[in-house]
T-cell receptor
């Protein structure tokens, strides 16, 4: 079965510190993975997708098929990064999108 | 914002009553989704639709039914609400990508409390 695991419910870091939000997945096919973010009082929105290999707001995420991971990283956290982050998996051939349990990131001043 | 609205935004109801949540889109997209968001569980897929009258179950479909009689509307019904269905419900539409997976656009959420 497909599964997305985010082991940390809450991650607190100080402003300027590096951030890594962990995401592991279980999927038998070739995965398409995403990070979605929900800022306070805003809608859930796409942050980045692995296939684009892009950097958005300083965040990057590399797909590691050997470790079945897609961790989200940023070298220097900013207070405006405080939000709820969800890792998601697209199930090939079905258009189902499975989300993880989410990690709340708090960036402290 | 993508043209997606949910109604009602807030609802309090009693156990055993039926409840219908509506998701309306103005984008004419094929795929629509209903998720519930709960602390410790994240976002869980309830049902999704891949066209008019075409729907499929998600991870937590028990106790829920859906209908899609028009492209623009996707209804989620709790036939007999239970306290375990107290949650925030999100509708999403899928904007197709060009050769890649599309992007989900979410509604603002509907907070349902079942007493």
């Amino acid at each position: 079965a497909q599964r997305v695991t985010q082991p940390e419910k809450l991650l607190s870091v100080f402003k300027g510190a590096p951030v890594e939000l962990k995401c592991n997945y279980s999927y038998s096919g070739s995965p398409e993975l995403f990070w979605y973010v929900q800022y306070s009082r805003q809608r859930l929105q796409l942050l980045l997708r692995h296939i684009s290999r892009e950097s958005i707001k300083g965040f990057t995420a590399d797909l590691n098929k050997g470790e079945t991971s897609f961790h989200l990283k940023k070298p220097f956290a900013q207070e405006e990064d405080s939000a709820m982050y969800y890792c998601a998996l697209s199930v090939s051939g079905t258009y189902k999108y499975i989300f993880g349990t989410g990690t709340r990131l708090k960036v402290l001043a | 914002d993508a043209g997606i609205t949910q109604s009602p935004r807030h609802k309090v109801t009693e156990t055993g009553t039926p409840v219908t949540l509506r998701c309306h889109q103005t984008e004419n997209h094929r795929y629509m989704y209903w998720y519930r968001q709960d602390p410790g569980h994240g976002l869980r897929l309830i049902h999704y639709s891949y066209g008019v009258k075409d729907t499929d179950k998600g991870e937590v479909s028990d106790g829920y039914s859906v209908s899609r009689s028009k492209t623009e509307d996707f209804l989620l019904t709790l036939e007999s609400a239970t306290s375990s269905q107290t949650s925030v419900y999100f509708c999403a539409i899928l904007e197709p990508g060009q050769g890649v997976s599309g992007e989900l656009f979410f509604g603002e959420g509907s907070r349902l409390t079942v007493l």
